[in-house]
């Protein structure tokens, strides 16, 4: 939750643009509970408008915040001190990938950015799934040469640079942790 102006990038048509008062809304609504430990909290919705006009969605985001006194004795936001913090829309922050990428690729990509936030292992899973395919597809691996990733990224090695390669690689070990038990980032299996 940002206080206008600033700088921000719409996630639908990419375009950069500065936010100001008439762009951006925040409603409060308080919840009220009286002997739970989250005493003085409310619900925040933020609402962000693309200023493009060939575009003109919005974004939504939800928190739930915490509240404080003003100098004049008034409740309000806590921005320092937020709960938790949902994107409503658009439901992720997946970039709309080109028509020429495979449908199956683009929707594991959209569904490994929608569940970042919730299941960081299965994203890291989809966006490793995500990975072989792109593999599959733009190098044209053929069946007979499939099998795991690390051997089909072997296969190119040759093709790739070092910065890319870098990238691929820690995308593909980052995606074995979530798809093989054994691995952990913490090493407890």
């Known amino acids: 939750m940002r206080k206008p102006p600033f700088k921000w990038k ?7 643009s500065v936010i100001t008062k008439k762009l951006h809304r925040i409603n409060f609504h308080r919840i009220c509970t009286y002997s739970s430990k989250y005493e003085n909290i409310g619900i925040a919705s933020e609402v962000i408008e693309c200023p493009n006009d060939e575009c003109n969605e919005i974004v939504v985001n939800v928190f739930m915040v915490g509240m404080v006194e003003d100098e004049m004795g008034r409740r309000c936001i806590d921005v320092n ?13 997946a970039m709309r990938l080109p028509s020429y990428v495979p449908e199956a690729i683009r929707k594991d ?6 569940i970042l936030n919730d299941s960081p292992k299965a994203s890291a899973t989809l966006a490793r799934r995500c990975l072989q395919g792109i593999v599959r597809d ?4 053929p069946k007979n040469k499939r ?3 690390s051997a089909e990224l072997n296969h190119l090695r040759e093709s790739i640079d070092d910065a890319t390669w870098d990238i691929i690689e ?20």
């Open 170 to 189: 820690a995308i593909r070990k980052i995606g074995n942790i979530g798809a093989h038990m054994e691995e952990d980032v913490n090493g407890y299996y």
């Open 109 to 114: 990509y959209e569904e490994a950015c929608r």
């Open 138 to 141: 733009f190098w044209d691996i």
């Open 147 to 149: 099998g795991n990733l």
């Open 81 to 93: 001190n937020i709960f938790g913090e949902w994107n409503i829309l658009p439901g992720s922050k």
């Open 10 to 16: 719409c996630p639908y048509c990419r375009t950069h």
